[in-house]
Every structure is written in structure tokens, then in C-alpha cells.
């Protein structure tokens, strides 16, 4: 199914590009989150793409680049967490329906804190979301320029994004959740520490489930967790999703 190139506007008047499949017939709408310093194509190559996978078993599937990243306005560096809260609640506003969120790392802590107040969230994925991330970005963070100048695209970010979230504030926002909540992470991942998966499923009070994907780094890049990761999001979508 071949998706449909959309065009729609932040709360800033910024234009924000994306992609959005449509089966002649569906009941629910998944939201896929980019990671920080990611685009929507992330999602979308090698294929077959999981939003291909999914829109032919019936799902509506949009995702999307926020402000300042792949094709939309914006300067990368303005990014915080409520920055990117804001463009994913301004692409919800845009497809008028229920939504399940499914973020990856920063998507991930993106997706929990719109869940946490927006009622049209209706189910939750996070993986390899964090809580905190100070450890690995202040690495790259210049203390007198107040920005971090690193050669990759996540390398780079502001001091504001850095205070933008918190250990503390984001398992708050983690105990505000009250949808079905699958959180994903893998046991290898040295990016993201396991535990802050644990924080999460400790602190949320919805229903939830935690996964931890053996031998899976960060980005699950290999064909066996990827496989692991996938059935898992299939399964829990026919869970909740009736």
C-alpha cells in the first residue's frame, strides 16, 4: 500500500510533513514517534515497512517528522520534550481520531508524556524509551556554548532540551498513564540502561507489560529481535484494539 505524502501545521504555524496509510476499512489509528534526531523514514525503509505490514491488516498508519527534522520547518536545535509533545499532539489534532502511540527512544518518552493528559490516546508502545539521558548527551555538551555540537544528528541539542526532562518528571508522567502500556527494551542496550525500562513499568498504574528483548542493543538492529520486537507490537495491538 503505497502512503499518502500529508502537510499539517504545529501550534507554531510550522509545517510539518508526513505519511499517511489508509485501508479502504479500519477501526484504529497508529501514531509512529520518531526518535531524537530521526525522521519518519526511520519506519519506513528496508521494506516491507511495519507501517505497510500494518495498514494491510487493517490499521490507519501515520508518522511524521517533527520541527527542524527530514522535510518540515523548524530549526533542530529549538527541540525539547515539549517541543516535540507539541508536534505530536498537533498531528493527533490533524487525523481527528483515537490513536495508539508508538514511540522508539526519545519517541518513546515523547509518546509516554502526550498519554499521560491526552484522552485520545487510547493504547501505548514505548522502546527503549528514556527517563533520563544525561549520562551519554553530556558527553557531547559544550558548557560554554551551551549546546552540544556533536557530529551526529542526536549529538546535537541545546541546554533546554537537556533540562527539558528529567528522571523525576518523566516517571510522574509514567504514573499518569491509564492506557494498556507494552514497554519494550533490549537486555544489550548501553545507550538506555535496562533499568529505566523497570523504572517505567514500576511506576506505571495502568496495565502494562515489560518485555526485555535478550541480546538486543538500542536500536534492535538485528533480524531476530526485530522479528521478536514486531510480533510483540501485533499481539498487543489484537489485545487492546478491539
Not at 81 to 97: G, H
Not at 106 to 123: L, Q
Given at each position: 500500500?503505497?502512503?499518502k505524502?500529508?502537510?499539517?501545521?504545529?501550534?507554531?504555524?510550522?509545517?510539518?510533513?508526513?505519511?499517511l496509510?489508509?485501508?479502504?476499512?479500519?477501526?484504529?489509528?497508529?501514531?509512529?514517534?520518531n526518535s531524537?534526531?530521526?525522521?519518519?523514514?526511520?519506519?519506513?525503509?528496508?521494506?516491507?515497512s511495519w507501517p505497510?505490514?500494518?495498514?494491510?491488516?487493517g490499521?490507519?498508519?501515520?508518522t511524521?517528522?517533527?520541527?527542524?527534522?527530514?522535510e518540515?520547518?523548524?530549526n533542530?536545535?529549538?527541540?525539547?520534550?515539549?517541543?516535540?509533545?507539541?508536534d505530536?499532539?498537533?498531528?493527533?489534532?490533524?487525523l481527528?481520531?483515537?490513536?495508539?502511540?508508538?514511540?522508539?527512544?526519545?519517541?518513546?518518552?515523547?509518546?509516554?508524556?502526550?498519554?499521560?493528559k491526552?484522552?485520545?490516546?487510547?493504547?501505548?508502545?514505548?522502546?527503549?524509551?528514556?527517563?533520563s539521558?544525561?549520562?551519554?548527551?553530556?558527553?557531547?555538551?559544550?558548557d560554554?556554548?551551551?549546546?552540544?555540537?556533536?557530529?551526529?544528528?542526536?549529538?546535537?541539542?541545546?541546554?533546554?532540551f537537556?533540562?527539558?526532562?528529567?528522571?523525576?518528571?518523566?516517571?510522574?508522567?509514567?504514573?499518569k498513564?491509564?492506557?494498556?502500556?507494552?514497554?519494550?527494551?533490549?537486555?544489550?542496550?548501553?545507550?538506555v540502561p535496562?533499568?529505566?525500562?523497570r523504572?517505567?513499568?514500576?511506576?506505571?498504574?495502568?496495565?502494562k507489560?515489560?518485555?526485555i528483548?535478550k541480546?538486543?542493543?538500542?536500536?534492535?538492529?538485528?533480524?531476530?529481535a526485530?522479528?521478536?520486537?514486531?510480533?510483540?507490537?501485533?499481539?498487543?495491538?489484537?489485545?487492546?484494539?478491539?
Amino acid at each position: 500500500m503505497k502512503p499518502k505524502k500529508i502537510w499539517f501545521k504545529n501550534s507554531k504555524g510550522q509545517r510539518l510533513a508526513g505519511k499517511l496509510w489508509t485501508p479502504k476499512k479500519y477501526k484504529h489509528t497508529l501514531v509512529f514517534v520518531n526518535s531524537f534526531g530521526g525522521t519518519k523514514e526511520e519506519w519506513i525503509s528496508p521494506p516491507p515497512s511495519w507501517p505497510d505490514v500494518l495498514a494491510r491488516l487493517g490499521y490507519r498508519v501515520f508518522t511524521f517528522d517533527f520541527r527542524g527534522r527530514g522535510e518540515s520547518d523548524g530549526n533542530y536545535l529549538e527541540t525539547t520534550l515539549q517541543t516535540n509533545v507539541d508536534d505530536l499532539m498537533s498531528a493527533i489534532e490533524y487525523l481527528k481520531s483515537k490513536v495508539t502511540l508508538i514511540g522508539g527512544s526519545f519517541g518513546g518518552t515523547t509518546s509516554i508524556s502526550v498519554a499521560a493528559k491526552d484522552k485520545r490516546v487510547e493504547c501505548l508502545v514505548t522502546m527503549a524509551a528514556p527517563h533520563s539521558f544525561w549520562a551519554v548527551q553530556r558527553l557531547f555538551f559544550d558548557d560554554k556554548k551551551k549546546i552540544a555540537t556533536g557530529k551526529k544528528q542526536w549529538e546535537k541539542f541545546s541546554y533546554a532540551f537537556l533540562k527539558s526532562y528529567t528522571k523525576d518528571k518523566m516517571l510522574r508522567q509514567a504514573s499518569k498513564v491509564k492506557v494498556p502500556w507494552l514497554i519494550v527494551h533490549g537486555n544489550k542496550d548501553d545507550t538506555v540502561p535496562v533499568k529505566q525500562a523497570r523504572d517505567f513499568y514500576g511506576e506505571a498504574r495502568c496495565i502494562k507489560e515489560l518485555q526485555i528483548i535478550k541480546d538486543a542493543g538500542h536500536n534492535f538492529n538485528t533480524d531476530e529481535a526485530d522479528e521478536i520486537l514486531f510480533l510483540l507490537l501485533r499481539g498487543w495491538l489484537e489485545k487492546y484494539l478491539k
